[in-house]
């Protein structure tokens, strides 16, 4: 894989290279350096990236599916919406809703940022 189509497909995913390397066990500078050329880029990790991209889609596919069937999906800009909509917090939302995409799709992580 060239450094350019790692570095369009992890954008694609909506990470940072910082979050990648998180998710992968690896440096953010390791990051940095497949996607300049400076390093190769392992199989391991290729196919590690490929794992993601599947699950991603499944879990866009999910929740299109729930929103066509009229199921509907909130989102909350902060902890104060989030009380005023009903819930404890939007980090409580994001907890809930790792473990309902878990029991769906397995092995994701879904965390919430003040």
Avoid: C
Wanted: hydrophobic share 50%.
């Amino acid at each position: 894989m060239l450094a350019a189509e790692f570095m369009v497909r992890r954008t694609g995913l909506g990470l940072t290279p910082e979050g990648l390397a998180s998710l992968l066990g690896v440096r953010p500078d390791t990051v940095s350096k497949w996607e300049s050329g400076v390093s190769v880029i392992p199989d391991g990790v290729v196919l590690e990236l490929a794992a993601l991209e599947v699950k991603s889609e499944a879990l866009f596919n999910d929740m299109a599916g729930r929103a066509e069937a009229g199921q509907g999906i909130r989102v909350f800009r902060s902890n104060g919406e989030a009380r005023i909509a009903g819930f404890l917090s939007a980090r409580h939302a994001a907890l809930l809703a790792s473990e309902i995409i878990n029991a769906r799709i397995g092995d994701v992580n879904v965390s919430y940022q003040a």
